[in-house]
Structure formats: C-alpha cells, structure tokens
C-alpha cells in the first residue's frame, strides 16, 4: 500500500491556513516529497510522518513558492538523524539552484545525489527512486516544469505448479517470490520462473503550475489519485490563468476524466480562492470524484484486489 499526503495547497504565497503546494508519498515507512515552499516542514511536522526517512524531494521547477522551503527542511533532516545520502531530482539546473540556498544550510549530515533532467517537451523521464517507479512529464510553464506520477508495482502471484513444471528447488521458493534471482547446483533461477503476470500497480500522479499542454492525460493514465493544479475555480478566469501559464478546476477535471483516473485532488490554489470547498462542483460537473483538496488531506491507496 501507499501513503500519500497534501502538505500544502496553496500557490504563490502561503496563508495563516494554507501552506505552498508540496505533497508527500510514503512506502514502507519511507518517504518521497514533491516540491518545498515555504511552510512545508512545519505542516510536515504536523502531519507526523517523520524526517529522518525523507529518501527523495522532487521539483516541478524553480520557482520560489515551490523551492524556498529546501533549506530549513534539509537542515531539519539532517537534525532528525539522518547521515544517508539523500537525492534530490528536477529541470537541468538543480545543483546550481541548491547550492545557492545552500549558503544558509551548509553543514548537512549527509550528501545530495542530483538528478537533473533534460526539458525535453512530449520526453517523459523514468527512474527508480524509494521503492517506486518516478516518471516525469514536460509541462507549459513560464519555465521548465515537470509533473510527476509514482508507481508501485506489485509482481504476479507466485505459482508452485510453474515452479515445479520449471525445476525450481523448493529451498530457493521464497527467494524467488521476493524478486531475488538466486542459484544452485550451478544454475541460476529468476522471478518470472515461479511468479504469473504482473498485477495491476498502484500509481499516484502529480500536476502543477501548467497551462493545458499535450500529452499529460496519457502520462496519468490509470492513476489511483491524480494531484492536480487549479488556481481558479471559475470559468471566467481561465484566460486569465491560461495568461500566467495555470489552469483552473475544470482543466484539472478534464485531465482526471481523459486519463481515466480514479480520483481528483486539487490544489495549487491562489490566494484569492479562500473556499475551495464552495466551488469543487465546477470540477464534479465534469469528473465526479473530485475533492477539493486542504493541507494534510491523506489517503492510503491500497492495491485494487485489497481494497
């Protein structure tokens, strides 16, 4: 199962009840966070989830309200006991970024692994980051910007008549079903000789700070939750929006319904939104489960055969 947590839903600037838009993925007690404005380690502090396991930070991009956060909450990991290396992952600029906040945070406990990425529009990326499958996707901003999805996958159920049909020693049974390749009497044995297909995975998506751009309802395809920016509720301010490179609730919703996700969180809001809440129909108008999303909203995602 999954973890997932807003830390903050606002945009631009954070409000006494509202922090900048972060979110925070959690797997066997390990955690990923996408973006670090202002606000993100207190409302992290309250959520309760703990620093020291902070494996990976993720940037959409390089704008204040979603990086000026990084050095209080690196020096707080750091304070919470951790001496693990740490990666931190965004457009190509990032070291250079980080080490000129860095100048108010120098003595970290542990080192930084950076991984930049090329903007390259309609090139998604793919790593490996805290047990999950990352991808990120080009966006329509002012400035390079990415979304996110993170993906669990989850192997096929272990079949003893297909361990047994392919000679498979009994002793090296669990250690195959872990996903471990393991040997004996000089032959090697791997997973797919005792394990069925693949089942379905467990994928949380994440959009922010965009307007509308080609391709992002393929690259949240089959999403449990998406994330997703909506600056203005109205119909009326999608110009506007579309003007400073945002989208509103029913872009969102429209990505949700096209991408055939199972559920709509938004956020990113603008200081002006003070009730969300008040105008979520907009976006159920065209993707019913939508939710409005506040700061430490969470949900466990668990895989589809558990639920």
Known sequence: MLDVALLGTGGMMPLPNRFLSSL???????????????????????????????????FTHFHADHISGLPGLLLTIGNSGRVEPLTLAGPEGLEKVVASLLVIAQELPFTINFIELPFIKGTEHKFSAAGLTVGAYPLNHRIPCFAYSFTLPRPGKFDAARAESRGVPLKLWSVLQRGETASADGFEYTPDMVLGPERAPIKVSYCTDTKSVNGVARFIAG?????????????????????????????AAAYARDGGAEELWLTAYSPSLSNPEAFVDKARDIFPNAKAGYDRMNKTLKFKDEA
């Open 24 to 58: 925070c993925v959690r797997i066997n007690g390990r955690l990923c966070i996408v973006d670090c404005g202002e606000g993100t380690q207190v409302s992290h502090k309250i959520l309760g989830w703990g620093f020291k396991n902070i494996d990976a930070i993720f």
């Open 223 to 251: 999403s449990d939750l998406f994330v997703c920016e909506g600056l203005y509720a109205e119909d009326e301010k999608l110009e506007k929006a579309r003007e400073h490179h945002h989208m509103i609730f029913s872009e």
